[in-house]
């Protein structure tokens, strides 16, 4: 029977020397390749290789599912799993393949280039005889991707250079991958030359950043691992690197200023994205000036350029968040061969490795947040504001030294006529954005006042899943500066100006609703100091009132203030700080509840929609609709309110109990303003003031107690008192 080989570019060996290594990330991937490949047969394994080129791999799950790697499609290989072997006319691969010496399995691998250079190098010998070795033997195409220069060296003195670095590429104990450990340091057989090893949550194992890409072949005498690339002896520190690279004098200088350089020549695991001189050069001179003279600054600009673990190029097959020394995150991710940086193809040189980390040489320079102005933290969606601000001179009046909060609106927000504003009317709008303090997303707090440079007061309030000022809630964003932080709003801020009763008063299309109110006695709980929302009908809500309809509502105070109580709740409740799309219960001063959700930014009262939300006013917010509220399970027991209310209110059916009433609301929920009036002793005039005093106020203590039964205003109380 012929049996042939089918080989693949691998990372495991399934046998007795690996069972053990089934925890192991390199292992766990090739796992689930077979799983992917059960279909096709024993011992198969499913891959995926990047279309137009060799390269191959046993896939997470992530790019399995998008059918990519590093943006690249890739196409789906079914291959016998490393070890194994087809036999003609049976289904997968159901052989074992054969176990020789080292040099003999370099031929069963492919590595055909490195069994010829270990023949001629006079290693052969060493290959085939009595140890146990780990060979990294560079795969052929590995060996034609050599710089040709130092290929063409080492083929010119093959007794010693093409000896020495075969060596460089062995181990004198064998390591499979389960024992190829994240971090380690392998001492070679060449001169105890360093090997950094590094195995990652992706499966991917490399030795000095190149790849192996067929994995535990097992030999009589060792293991054989076909690497992508041919080792090159590893330099020194990164900071020597630095030291000598003519390219980096200008990082050289950074980290010397920020006293950085001295941590990248300690033992470590680092990752450095290098700019070179020409990056720094593209930056604003100002800019850069700024930041070198602040050694803050300065420190957080070099720190945001090194990541505490070490990312080899060949072992990002998709983009993931790395935090960096100094402390913010950058986003590592690849293009097809290119390496990008936050969404960027910036590196032009990659895997300089050292002995303490590995360096990628980039043509960009990082500048993290921490070292940036306030004014500088804006993004693509707030250059509308900035731009103001730079404009309107506001921007030039925050010093670097001080301590701010800019409250941003999105771009969108700032319609045409807000930008044709009076200079002085915008600049006014821009200064109520301004914060003179430092605030942080995580110092924010339900009911908090922050007072900005122009003087106004800025509530704060906190929901489940919003964070708003006034009337502008928060979106994802935040940032912080070296003197101050930015947070993003949906809208241009509007602070309250006007309490409720005022805004219903200045506003002609709640003129009926107000008239209601005050019938019922209500003025002073939309008056007084509070926190309330409220959902005012428009006077469209009453046309087929007629004049004796509100007559008839007037005269049952106790019916027309369970109605309009229904609109009134305690709390600000802000319209966009509602989580889209889920009910929001209210319960209303009535005691009946209130349905809330926003659907595609609209805000729905028991379904009704709101034609204007979030009218801020100084002691809460209106919502605006255009039909009465009425709660659904509340029975009516008159003929006559039965009738009116029918007229008002169709969307719902109301229930008629005849002899229900409605129940009494005192107007103990909420406090009404105490008013004080100081009289000091002595004199006859004083005397008769008081006297006169004491005379006007009597009545109004005697009647209290039934006024407030009944609903009426609250009195004024008066002190008395002496110095």
Known sequence: MKIFFLFTFSTFFWSPFEQAAASVHYDKILTHSRIRARDQGQNVCAL?????????YFSTCRNWYQGAICGKKATVLYE????????????GCPAVAPIDHVYGTLGIVGATSTQQYSDISKLREELEGRGSFTFF???????????????????????????????????NKR????????????????NDQKLLINHYPNGVVTVNCARVIYGNQIATNGVVHVIDRVLTAVGNTIQDFIEVEDDLSSLRAAAITSDVLDILGKPGHYTLFAPTNEAFERLPRGLLERIMGDKVASEALVKFHILNTLQCSEAITGGAAYETLEGNTVEVGCDGESLTV????????????????????????????????VIELGGAQQTTFTDLMIQLGLASSLRPEGQYTLLVPLNGAFSDDTLRMDQRRLKTILQNHIINVKVGLNELYNGQELETIGGKLLRVFLYRTAVCIENSCMVRGSKEGRNGFIH???????PAEKTLHEMLRNDKRFSV?????????????????????????????????????????????????????????QGVFIGSGFEPGVTNILKTIQGGKLYLKTVNDTLLVNELKSRESDLMATNGVIHVIDKLLYPADLPVGNDQLLTILKKLIKYIQIKFVRGSAF?????????????????????????????????DEAPVRKEQPTRRTQGGTARRRTRLAYP
């Open 513 to 569: 609703f107000l008239s209601l109110v005050k019938a019922a006695d209500l003025d002073d709980v939309l008056s007084q100091p509070g926190k309330w929302t409220l959902f005012v009908p428009t006077n469209d809500a009453f046309k087929s009132l007629t004049d004796d309809d509100k007559d008839i509502l007037i005269r049952d105070k106790n019916a027309l203030r369970n109605i309009l109580l229904y609109h009134l709740t």
């Open 137 to 171: 033997a560079p795969s052929s195409e590995a060996w034609e991707q050599l710089d040709s220069e130092i290929h063409r060296n080492l083929i010119d003195n093959v007794n010693i250079e093409l000896y020495n670095a075969l060596h460089h590429h062995m181990v």
């Open 48 to 56: 995926q290789q990047v279309m137009g080129t060799k390269k191959k």
């Open 342 to 373: 936050n969404g960027v193809k910036m590196v032009k040189r990659k895997d300089i490795v050292t002995s303490n980390g590995v360096i990628h040489l980039i043509d960009e320079v990082l500048i993290p947040d921490s070292a940036k102005q």
């Open 175 to 190: 390591m499979l991958t389960k024992d190829l450990k994240n971090g380690m340091t392998l001492v070679s057989m060449y």
């Open 663 to 695: 129940k009494e609301i005192p107007l103990t929920f909420y406090s009404p303003e105490i008013k004080y009036t100081r009289i000091t002793a002595g004199g006859s005039d004083n005397e008769e003031k008081l006297k006169k005093l004491l005379e």
């Open 80 to 91: 016998c799993c490393p070890g194994y072997m087809k036999m003609d006319g049976m289904r």
């Open 488 to 494: 993003i709003l949906r809208q241009i801020i509007n």
